[in-house]
């Protein structure tokens, strides 16, 4: 569903990302693991059209996206929950999934997937008149999974959902990660906490510096030595 080729991405002179290939086929929960700065963020802003690939290739369904815009590739069925959540502070909760649907012509369907999105987070539908700058950060989280999900993405790249979140919770989103997936949305997962990232993913690849060092199945990277030693404290 997803390829990319010998991306490089630079800021300045800086080469941020040195030359990687990945896919991420249909159905699939592919999860890049790496310490801060090693360009994992960067990787998924390049996807999403956020940032410039200085060179290589980005394909959706084996169309092009290195000089699309990020709103057409929106349209085309790649949806980002960035890092940070980002949520529209100022707006309320049902704004927001609302801002989510943004491109969609269906306008009929928009209000059962927003049921659709009320049943994966039933805190939102409690909720959904707050603004959304009020909520917890937990909730932030659901938000911007939720609104992600309103632009009917057919794959769905998370960046750091559990940063920051309380073990109970983390607990809760990466449940809820699973769901989606079951329910046919292929998913890209930029994760600090490795040990839950590799326990759902069924590939994962370690970024480190701009360079894929390691790849393999969830579980052979979780089994990994050097993944032990270096992500999962081993």
Do not use: C, W
Not at 36 to 46: E, L, P, V
Not at 50 to 73: C, F, H, M, Q, R
Request: aromatic share 4%.
């Amino acid at each position: 569903m997803l390829k990319v080729t010998d991306l490089k991405v630079k800021y300045g002179m800086i080469e941020a990302i040195k030359g990687i290939s990945f896919e991420v086929r249909d159905g699939e929960i592919v999860t890049m693991i790496g310490a801060n700065g090693a360009g994992k963020t960067t990787t998924m802003h390049a996807i999403s059209g956020l940032v410039k690939a200085a060179e290589g290739s980005i394909k959706l369904d084996d169309v092009e996206l290195t000089k699309t815009p990020a709103n057409k590739i929106v349209g085309m069925g790649l949806a980002q929950v960035p890092e940070g959540r980002r949520v529209f502070a100022e707006q309320t909760v049902e704004e927001n999934l609302i801002l989510g649907a943004y491109l969609r012509k269906d306008k009929a369907k928009m209000a059962e997937d927003m049921e659709e999105v009320y049943k994966l987070f039933p805190r939102l539908k409690e909720r959904r008149k707050q603004l959304a700058g009020t909520l917890s950060g937990g909730e932030q989280q659901m938000l911007a999974m939720g609104r992600a999900l309103m632009a009917k993405p057919s794959i769905l790249l998370l960046d750091e959902p559990s940063m920051g979140l309380s073990p109970l919770l983390v607990s809760e989103i990466f449940h809820i990660i699973r769901e989606i997936n079951d329910k046919g949305t292929t998913i890209l997962l930029v994760e600090q906490n490795a040990k839950r990232a590799l326990a759902i993913a069924d590939r994962a690849y370690v970024l480190e510096t701009g360079s894929i060092t390691l790849e393999g199945t969830g579980e052979e990277l979780a089994n990994d030595e050097r993944v032990q030693k270096a992500y999962l404290g081993g």
